[in-house]
């Protein structure tokens, strides 16, 4: 597979999944549709389908305007009523999009929201909002135990795995995982490298499973209490 960030707004990636180089492309959390659109006369490729992770606008708000000129399955949470979705899936399901070669498998992650899902193949994960690298999203409508129990779900997934987040938010993250644990030296290790990608304009994404286990406060709590305090505490850093 070959996969592209499309930056958008501040710090979004819009995740651009092809199966093959040059073939058309399965788009993840379109939020805003111009991004996209450029990327796909710049490479002279189609789309092929949609995933979308959750509701929230800077996720979805390009999908309408997208599927006026490509009207192709959308795959999207069955917890929440979204336009333009076509395919609602739930925990675990699998699936291979209309004219790609891979199967997917869903995996319902509330937590940042209740209808999070996250799309897993052999190799990677595209996981919204739910896990970002030393980090994770901002609990807004699910609990503590919704939360952590989504991220212990990522964690049971192979360490080689490629985590592709929707945001950009490394080097602030970084800032509080130092604080959360100073005398994890995995975590000083990962921040230098982290400051040498950013000094020069580069992501610091895709990460994988195996390093967040090693760097992620929230990924590496071992129970709800502590992962409800670590956000709490976040929150407020």
Request: hydrophobic share 35%; glycine share 8%.
């Amino acid at each position: 597979m070959h996969i592209s960030a499309i930056p958008a707004f501040d710090d979004n990636y819009i995740w651009a999944i092809q199966m093959y180089n040059g073939s058309d492309a399965i788009i993840v959390d379109p939020g805003d549709d111009q991004p996209v659109r450029e990327w796909l006369r710049q490479h002279d490729v189609k789309i092929s389908a949609f995933f979308i992770t959750h509701h929230h606008w800077d996720h979805t708000n390009g999908l309408l305007p997208l599927l006026k000129d490509y009207p192709v399955s959308v795959y999207g949470p069955r917890g929440n009523d979204i336009q333009g979705v076509t395919h609602r899936l739930g925990h675990l399901e699998r699936f291979t999009p209309i004219g790609g070669e891979r199967e997917f498998t869903v995996f319902e992650t509330p937590g940042h929201t209740l209808d999070h899902i996250c799309f897993y193949t052999q190799g990677h994960a595209f996981v919204g909002d739910t896990l970002f690298s030393a980090g994770c999203g901002r609990m807004f409508e699910g609990t503590p135990e919704q939360f952590h129990n989504s991220l212990q779900c990522l964690a049971e997934l192979p360490d080689n795995t490629n985590v592709y987040c929707a945001h950009e938010y490394t080097a602030a993250n970084i800032e509080f995982a130092l604080t959360a644990e100073p005398d994890n030296a995995a975590i000083s290790q990962y921040s230098e490298q982290v400051k040498q990608l950013r000094a020069h304009g580069l992501k610091t994404l895709p990460s994988t499973i195996g390093l967040e286990k090693q760097i992620n406060p929230f990924l590496r709590a071992a129970s709800t209490e502590q992962f409800a305090r670590l956000r709490q505490w976040k929150d407020q850093f």
